[in-house]
């Protein structure tokens, strides 16, 4: 990849963990595996890990409280980004069916501030959060939780319709 694009064009990643037709399918089966697959994409060029989960709360193996983020962040020097259900106590299949999904508040974002001091990922990526209310990151910013208003399935073009077919 690298040599493909040069040495000045950042290579992201995306790596999930679950697909939307089937929410127990899994790219890889236990840590060593995902350690596997991480050094093969940083050694091809990745500069940055952007890893998917559909919540980024739920610990990804027994024996630890480490979601898929803070994993790959254990197996690499570059940066990684979480992503999953952020700010929304459901997640994005449940809210794309038709579900509103709610701001989940301090709490949550708490898990996700002690996630990231603790070295688990670099950056967060904020979806629906954002399309629901895209003043979310100033409110956050300004301590207003109780006045984020939470995404809704019409925010996007997609319908339940569209979804089921």
């Not at 100033?138 to 339940?160: C, E, Q, W, Y």
């Amino acid at each position: 990849m690298r040599a493909a694009a040069g040495p000045d064009f950042v290579i992201s990643v995306r790596i999930s963990q679950w697909k939307e037709s089937d929410f127990d399918a899994r790219i890889v089966e236990e840590p060593g595996q995902l350690g596997e697959l991480v050094a093969m994409l940083r050694a091809a060029g990745a500069d940055i890990f952007h890893v998917s989960t559909r919540r980024f709360w739920t610990p990804e193996w027994a024996g630890s409280d480490l979601g898929l983020a803070g994993w790959a962040k254990s197996f690499t020097d570059a940066a990684v980004i979480a992503v999953g259900s952020v700010g929304l106590d459901i997640d994005v299949m449940a809210s794309l069916a038709g579900q509103e999904g709610r701001p989940t508040g301090a709490s949550r974002i708490g898990e996700l501030v002690r996630r990231f001091e603790r070295g688990d990922f670099d950056l967060v990526s904020v979806g629906r959060s954002q399309i629901g209310d895209p003043n979310w990151v100033t409110k956050m910013t300004d301590h207003r939780v109780p006045d984020i208003r939470g995404f809704r399935a019409n925010d996007t073009s997609l319908s339940h319709d569209v979804l089921t077919t």
